[in-house]
């Protein structure tokens, strides 16, 4: 299995704030406002040369959220992680049933995300 780094995903409370921040001090590009399944606001902000930033609007929380790797086996990684004892905290889907993301938590606490490749 191989993984790369994806995104970094950042909790803000002013989500037009921070795309023009991001835009404006590292040429980032954001991409289209989206609503998550989760209900809050939410776009990428793509930044030449980097790791693209998730920015997630949020009323409550501030800093990174989590870490986004991509893995070529999804599947295998899973059994990987069971087999490991990792903590997995939720795994989403596809409309067919195909397992696209999990989410698992770190020694620290904080969450990683593993999906496909978009």
Request: hydrophobic share 35%; with cysteine; charged share 30%.
């Amino acid at each position: 299995m191989t993984y790369r780094l994806e995104h970094i995903a950042i909790c803000c409370k002013d989500l037009d704030r921070a795309a023009e921040f991001y835009g404006k001090l590292f040429n980032g590009v954001p991409t289209e406002i989206r609503k998550g399944a989760a209900g809050y606001r939410f776009c990428f902000v793509k930044i030449d040369g980097a790791t693209p930033i998730q920015l997630m609007e949020s009323k409550d929380k501030e800093g990174v959220h989590h870490y986004g790797f991509v893995t070529d086996d999804i599947e295998q990684a899973v059994k990987s992680y069971a087999k490991e004892g990792a903590i997995i905290l939720r795994e989403n889907r596809d409309q067919a049933g195909k397992l696209t993301t999990v989410f698992l938590q770190d020694p620290n606490g904080m969450e990683i995300e593993i999906r496909v490749p978009r």
